[in-house]
């Protein structure tokens, strides 16, 4: 198997540690306790280096041990957004439009977005993103969406002259915290979902970017491309894997991967997930898709999903989601309200 893992060093630091050290250095900390472990020195950042994902989620934990208050990941969203010292950044500040920048975030994912996949779904004039872990991220995975969602906010600000109004719903619980998630991600925000999704009308994208220069662009993509790295994570295989059969054994997806069972599991674990996490995880986003977003009954996304009877059906649901068809539709009745008129 080849897939990109913890170890390949393909992250520009001028993207991603020079942030972290902007914005741990004004809050107080001190660069070397937060370059401490990384393997990461000043002089790769000045030199314009690259660091592995588990370099970087190092320097992420760092920061949230080092950094005084609540909005650590939130800061380095922002600056993260503003930063064009990187020609990926670039090109996405001097688009047509924020469509186009979300377009661009997909050709370059793996420099814009590291640890964070999201499956795109467009639905009744209305734009989803279920976010899924490109990397095991244990006890980081709050900390690194943070990061995602702030970025992804700020950088429709910088695109546009005006935040776009995302909807947010997280899978964890309403922290006490919640100022910085209005400050940052406005009002619009939904806690113990299911899963970890992003909503928006999909016309409030479409608008031209006040910052528009499309020979700029074109310059930044021409140096950007030489970056594009065309691998997927391992567990972004084994998702793509169970999604096209979804009832395939561990062996059959293992067969799949040229690769044995057993190294498989073990590949799994030392990502931090395992074939049945992968697998209830697929299935419950297909769920979410019939259900919340098509608005399909019991028995239409039953037949879609290749689940045999109605009452398969309600046990699978609740084991994949933790609720009920009904009860799933009420704690995300949230996200179908964006398709309204306006």
């Given at each position: 198997?080849?897939?990109?893992?913890?170890?390949?060093?393909?992250?520009?630091?001028?993207?991603?540690?020079?942030?972290?050290?902007?914005?741990?250095?004004?809050?107080?900390?001190?660069?070397?306790?937060?370059?401490?472990?990384?393997?990461?020195?000043?002089?790769?950042?000045?030199?314009?280096?690259?660091?592995?994902?588990?370099?970087?989620?190092?320097?992420?934990?760092?920061?949230?041990?080092?950094?005084?208050?609540?909005?650590?990941?939130?800061?380095?969203?922002?600056?993260?957004?503003?930063?064009?010292?990187?020609?990926?950044?670039?090109?996405?500040?001097?688009?047509?439009?924020?469509?186009?920048?979300?377009?661009?975030?997909?050709?370059?994912?793996?420099?814009?977005?590291?640890?964070?996949?999201?499956?795109?779904?467009?639905?009744?004039?209305?734009?989803?993103?279920?976010?899924?872990?490109?990397?095991?991220?244990?006890?980081?995975?709050?900390?690194?969406?943070?990061?995602?969602?702030?970025?992804?906010?700020?950088?429709?600000?910088?695109?546009?002259?005006?935040?776009?109004?995302?909807?947010?719903?997280?899978?964890?619980?309403?922290?006490?915290?919640?100022?910085?998630?209005?400050?940052?991600?406005?009002?619009?925000?939904?806690?113990?979902?299911?899963?970890?999704?992003?909503?928006?009308?999909?016309?409030?994208?479409?608008?031209?970017?006040?910052?528009?220069?499309?020979?700029?662009?074109?310059?930044?993509?021409?140096?950007?491309?030489?970056?594009?790295?065309?691998?997927?994570?391992?567990?972004?295989?084994?998702?793509?894997?169970?999604?096209?059969?979804?009832?395939?054994?561990?062996?059959?997806?293992?067969?799949?991967?040229?690769?044995?069972?057993?190294?498989?599991?073990r590949k799994l674990k030392e990502h931090g997930s395992s074939f049945k996490q992968l697998h209830d995880e697929v299935r419950k986003h297909?769920?979410?898709?019939?259900?919340?977003?098509?608005?399909?009954?019991?028995?239409?996304?039953?037949?879609?999903?290749?689940?045999?009877?109605?009452?398969?059906?309600?046990?699978?649901?609740?084991?994949?989601?933790?609720?009920?068809?009904?009860?799933?539709?009420?704690?995300?009745?949230?996200?179908?309200?964006?398709?309204?008129?306006?």
């Amino acid at each position: 198997m080849t897939y990109l893992n913890y170890q390949d060093k393909y992250l520009p630091l001028e993207l991603y540690a020079a942030t972290v050290v902007d914005v741990c250095i004004a809050r107080g900390v001190n660069i070397n306790k937060l370059l401490r472990g990384t393997g990461v020195f000043k002089a790769d950042i000045i030199k314009g280096e690259h660091a592995s994902p588990s370099q970087i989620l190092r320097l992420f934990s760092n920061a949230q041990a080092l950094t005084p208050g609540y909005d650590c990941a939130f800061q380095i969203g922002r600056r993260l957004a503003a930063n064009q010292q990187n020609t990926v950044m670039q090109a996405l500040h001097y688009s047509r439009s924020f469509e186009e920048s979300l377009r661009l975030v997909t050709l370059f994912e793996n420099i814009c977005s590291p640890f964070i996949a999201a499956t795109f779904i467009k639905q009744n004039g209305s734009g989803y993103w279920l976010l899924k872990q490109k990397l095991g991220l244990g006890k980081l995975e709050q900390f690194v969406m943070e990061i995602f969602c702030t970025a992804l906010v700020s950088l429709s600000q910088h695109v546009l002259g005006h935040r776009v109004k995302f909807y947010f719903g997280f899978q964890w619980q309403k922290p006490k915290q919640i100022q910085e998630y209005e400050e940052n991600l406005g009002y619009r925000t939904y806690f113990e979902q299911p899963a970890n999704v992003i909503a928006v009308q999909w016309s409030s994208l479409a608008k031209s970017n006040v910052n528009r220069n499309d020979l700029l662009k074109r310059h930044a993509i021409h140096k950007a491309n030489k970056l594009i790295m065309c691998k997927f994570s391992l567990l972004e295989h084994v998702r793509y894997l169970i999604a096209g059969s979804p009832i395939a054994p561990l062996p059959q997806i293992a067969e799949q991967l040229k690769t044995s069972p057993a190294t498989l599991k073990r590949k799994l674990k030392e990502h931090g997930s395992s074939f049945k996490q992968l697998h209830d995880e697929v299935r419950k986003h297909q769920a979410i898709h019939c259900l919340i977003l098509q608005g399909l009954n019991n028995e239409q996304s039953a037949l879609l999903m290749d689940i045999s009877d109605a009452t398969n059906f309600r046990r699978s649901i609740k084991r994949w989601t933790g609720y009920t068809p009904s009860e799933l539709k009420k704690t995300c009745d949230f996200l179908p309200l964006i398709v309204l008129p306006s």
